[in-house]
């Protein structure tokens, strides 16, 4: 099949990209320097001379901070683009793929959320993620709606500068710093390769809608530095940050484990344990 992805040289982007053409599709890379997903009539243009099977949109202003301070641009980017990239698919009668986010939650459930459990986000980037949701249901194009949460990979996260949160710990570790991780956040930490592999189990997939895909089974970011360190056979100076302890300049959902119902009704769940998955990280690094 072809397959374009926007924003191909991010941490999601660049593994689906190589998991895609290691299946032989023939990928066309969209980077942002070349392909503006906000700049409509460039995009319509690109696309309607690409023609894909498959536009898959990993691209996102996602830095939960900027968000928060731009809501003009997390509203362009999170919301008009990729409602126009639906329409432009539906157009060109391409399946739609476009990346969400468990921060449409506001993590009061306590349980793993559904697909259709109520969506209520508490800051701008989750309420401009939640608006391209729902504005490329719209459209009426073939889309699927792809929740993740707590992304690593191999190549690092390009809105978040520097390291992932595996990197992080580890680098602490290695300088011989005390760590402190927060324990009252709850979240399922999805390896970048693993979305890319269950994503491309869905390019021929009929149905439309939300398709939650995260790692299987849940942790605090403490219990998942705790692991880092236990897998990695490192010595590390970690404790427990008091509830509190860091100062939160933007509200964030404390509980955001996703449920990934959606794949398992159709047998089509490929996401292993996150503690599998960090293994195979630690490996690969
Ligand atoms: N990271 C997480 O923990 C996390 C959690 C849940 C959901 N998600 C979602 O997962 C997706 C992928 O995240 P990621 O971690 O792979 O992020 P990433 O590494 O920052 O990748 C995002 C990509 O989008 C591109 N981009 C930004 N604005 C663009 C624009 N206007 N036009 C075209 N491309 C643009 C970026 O290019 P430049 O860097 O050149 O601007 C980058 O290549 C996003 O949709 C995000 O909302 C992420």
């Given at each position: 099949m072809?397959?374009?992805?926007?924003?191909?040289?991010?941490?999601?982007g660049s593994d689906?990209?190589?998991?895609?053409r290691?299946?032989?599709?023939?990928?066309?890379?969209?980077?942002?320097?070349?392909f503006?997903?906000?700049?409509?009539?460039f995009?319509e243009?690109?696309?309607?001379?690409?023609?894909?099977d498959?536009?898959i949109n990993?691209a996102a202003?996602?830095?939960?901070?900027k968000?928060?301070?731009?809501?003009d641009?997390?509203?362009?980017?999170?919301a008009?683009?990729?409602?126009?990239?639906?329409?432009?698919?539906?157009?060109?009668?391409?399946?739609?793929?476009?990346?969400s986010?468990?921060?449409?939650?506001?993590?009061?459930?306590?349980a793993?959320?559904?697909?259709?459990?109520c969506a209520?986000p508490l800051n701008?980037?989750?309420?401009?993620?939640?608006?391209?949701e729902?504005?490329i249901?719209?459209?009426?194009?073939?889309?699927?709606?792809?929740?993740?949460?707590?992304l690593?990979?191999?190549?690092?996260?390009?809105?978040?500068g520097?390291?992932n949160?595996?990197e992080l710990?580890l680098?602490l570790?290695e300088?011989?710093?005390?760590i402190?991780v927060?324990?009252?956040?709850?979240v399922?930490?999805?390896?970048t390769?693993?979305?890319a592999?269950?994503?491309?189990?869905?390019?021929?997939?009929k149905?439309s809608?939300v398709?939650h895909?995260?790692?299987?089974?849940f942790?605090?970011?403490?219990?998942?530095?705790?692991?880092i360190?236990?897998?990695?056979?490192v010595?590390?100076?970690?404790?427990?940050?008091n509830?509190?302890?860091?100062?939160i300049?933007?509200?964030?959902?404390s509980?955001s484990?996703?449920?990934?119902?959606f794949?398992?009704?159709?047998?089509?769940?490929?996401m292993?344990s996150w503690k599998?998955s960090?293994?195979?990280?630690?490996?690969?690094?």
């Amino acid at each position: 099949m072809k397959v374009a992805v926007t924003g191909a040289n991010g941490q999601l982007g660049s593994d689906i990209c190589a998991v895609l053409r290691k299946e032989n599709h023939e990928v066309v890379e969209l980077n942002h320097d070349e392909f503006d997903i906000i700049n409509y009539e460039f995009v319509e243009r690109i696309l309607k001379d690409i023609k894909p099977d498959v536009l898959i949109n990993p691209a996102a202003y996602h830095h939960v901070e900027k968000c928060q301070n731009d809501a003009d641009m997390a509203f362009s980017v999170n919301a008009t683009a990729p409602f126009n990239m639906a329409k432009i698919c539906k157009e060109i009668n391409a399946l739609f793929i476009h990346i969400s986010t468990d921060y449409v939650f506001d993590g009061l459930k306590n349980a793993p959320y559904i697909e259709s459990d109520c969506a209520k986000p508490l800051n701008n980037y989750g309420i401009s993620k939640l608006a391209g949701e729902q504005m490329i249901a719209t459209t009426g194009c073939r889309h699927l709606i792809v929740r993740t949460s707590g992304l690593y990979g191999i190549n690092p996260c390009r809105a978040k500068g520097g390291k992932n949160f595996v990197e992080l710990m580890l680098s602490l570790a290695e300088a011989g710093k005390p760590i402190r991780v927060v324990d009252d956040e709850k979240v399922s930490p999805t390896f970048t390769l693993d979305l890319a592999r269950q994503i491309s189990q869905l390019l021929t997939i009929k149905d439309s809608g939300v398709c939650h895909a995260t790692a299987e089974d849940f942790c605090s970011w403490y219990e998942f530095a705790a692991a880092i360190f236990e897998f990695a056979k490192v010595d590390a100076n970690l404790s427990m940050a008091n509830p509190g302890e860091f100062a939160i300049k933007v509200n964030r959902p404390s509980y955001s484990v996703l449920e990934n119902q959606f794949l398992k009704t159709r047998n089509l769940n490929t996401m292993r344990s996150w503690k599998d998955s960090l293994r195979e990280y630690l490996i690969m690094r």
